[in-house]
């Protein structure tokens, strides 16, 4: 960029102001490319790059569990928990508190 370095700027707020600014203009440009790359592509018309994460490079394999598969379905509905998930019964709740609890007033605002 040609600039001076920073580190031999003395004053130390100067040489902050001179850091964020770099910085800033930094971002900036790389905010441009992106863009422009992100044009170029929409006008060549091929679709834009997705991420890379962990679940698209998964490789599907024959144990994978598909969630519209019948069966699965059917044990979800069968399942114990089923009611509770599907809000047709309240869960029970216990809070537990020491002997000599620190926080009363937390349990009072729980217990109204």
């Known amino acids: 960029m040609g600039h001076t370095p920073t580190s031999k700027i003395a004053n130390k707020v100067k040489r902050f102001e001179v850091h964020r600014k770099r910085q800033a203009e930094k971002r900036k440009l790389q905010e441009e490319r992106k863009l422009e790359r992100k044009r170029q592509l929409q006008e060549l018309g091929k679709p834009l790059p997705q991420p890379k994460t962990i679940e698209s ?3 599907k394999t024959e144990d994978f569990v598909d969630p519209e598969d019948e069966e699965i379905r059917g044990d979800d509905a069968e399942d114990e928990f089923a009611p509770f ?3 047709a019964k309240e869960p029970k709740i216990m809070l537990t508190t020491r002997y000599v609890c620190s926080s009363l007033e937390l349990v009072d605002g729980l217990l109204d």
Do not use: Q, T, Y
């Open 57 to 59: 490079k998964r490789v």
């Open 85 to 87: 998930w599907n809000d």
